[in-house]
Antibody, heavy 120, light 107 residues
Framework: EVQLVESGGGLVHPGGSLRLSCAAFGFKFRSYEMNWVRQVPGKGLEWLSYISGSGGTTDYADSVKGRFTISRDNAKNSLYLQMSSLRAEDTAIYYC?????????????WGQGTPVTVSS | DVQLTQSPSTLSASVGDRVTITCRASESISTWLAWYQQKPGKAPNLLIYKASSLQSGVPSRFSGSGSGTEFTLTISSLQPDDFATYYCQQYSDFSRTFGQGTKLEIK
């Protein structure tokens, strides 16, 4: 059974940093492109970042480019999102999501989400 | 970036009704469109991809259609489990944008 489990969310001050993790189970992790998507509570979904199966290609939404870094460790079946220079508007639920096959760019499995609150 | 506009924002319907949700793109996206269902406190769940392809395990009462700039998600006969929020998502360009959502409520 495919499972994605996020962790690492919490309360952080404006300007601070946080690292989110996503552990993958039940599929050949290195064969799938992965993403981070966030959702402000009660609001819509925003795609943030993409990483290829090898980790060699990444992409970011303009809203987080230069502040967030996506990475993966295929030996540990894990995806990461390093977030820095955090702002109040980054407060959201953060989901990891799997691309449905090579270069599909839509998301067939999602984690349960981890909440991030940026506040002083 | 491609912008997606869903209508209506809220839809009230009854069990057994046929309902349609529309998603309009700011420019042509061919059939590079997916639909998701999200229930409160849960992650989104993929229903439809490539505008009309039903994801494995999704009930056949869900269907998608459209191409270019106008797309629809139809539920042929609403079941109690279908009351949720629905999102479209385009993947024609790398912005991978979502619509703002349509909340389907019980009438």
């Amino acid at each position: 059974e495919v499972q994605l489990v996020e962790s690492g969310g919490g309360l952080v001050h404006p300007g601070g940093s946080l690292r989110l993790s996503c552990a993958a189970f039940g599929f050949k992790f290195r064969s799938y492109e992965m993403n981070w998507v966030r959702q402000v509570p009660g609001k819509g979904l925003e795609w943030l970042s993409y990483i290829s199966g090898s980790g060699g290609t990444t992409d970011y939404a303009d809203s987080v480019k230069g502040r967030f870094t996506i990475s993966r460790d295929n030996a540990k079946n894990s995806l990461y999102l390093q977030m820095s220079s955090l702002r109040a508007e980054d407060t959201a639920i953060y989901y990891c999501a799997r691309d449905d096959g090579a270069a599909s760019y839509y998301f067939d499995y999602w984690g349960q989400g981890t909440p991030v609150t940026v506040s002083s | 970036d491609v912008q997606l506009t869903q209508s209506p924002s809220t839809l009230s319907a009854s069990v057994g009704d046929r309902v349609t949700i529309t998603c309009r793109a700011s420019e042509s996206i061919s059939t590079w469109l997916a639909w998701y269902q999200q229930k409160p406190g849960k992650a989104p769940n993929l229903l439809i991809y490539k505008a009309s392809s039903l994801q494995s395990g999704v009930p056949s009462r869900f269907s998608g259609s459209g191409s270019g700039t106008e797309f629809t998600l139809t539920i042929s006969s609403l079941q109690p489990d279908d009351f949720a929020t629905y999102y479209c998502q385009q993947y024609s360009d790398f912005s991978r944008t979502f619509g703002q959502g349509t909340k389907l409520e019980i009438k």
